[in-house]
Nanobody
């Protein structure tokens, strides 16, 4: 059974930081790319950042320089370090494990940025 479990969300003030984690089980983690998506109320889900199985990273423009995606294959865990958070970063954040044939999703974790 494939499971992706996100953690680390919460309420933070503007300018603050959070680190999201995504613990993966049931698949060979090191052969899958990992991606972080977010969905704000009334908006479509958008891809925020990704890291390939080889460690190549990519980000949407709005988070470049503020967010860092990483992975620890020994722990079957992907991370999203979020700094200088803004109110517009408020959303439910989802992790996804993807390959050429499959993609799997976590249940999401809420990130709220507000004073």
């Amino acid at each position: 059974q494939v499971q992706l479990v996100e953690s680390g969300g919460g309420l933070v003030q503007p300018g603050g930081s959070l680190t999201l984690s995504c613990l993966v089980s049931g698949i060979p983690f090191d052969t899958y790319g990992m991606a972080w998506y977010r969905q704000a109320p009334g908006q479509q889900r958008e891809l925020v950042a990704s890291i390939s199985s080889g460690g190549n990273t990519d980000y949407i423009d709005s988070v470049k320089g503020r967010f860092t995606v990483s992975r620890d294959n020994a722990k079957n865990t992907a991370y999203l370090q979020m700094n200088s958070l803004k109110p517009e970063d408020t959303a439910v954040y989802y992790c996804s494990a993807y390959s050429r044939s499959y993609d799997f999703w976590g249940q999401g974790t809420q990130v709220s940025v507000s004073s």
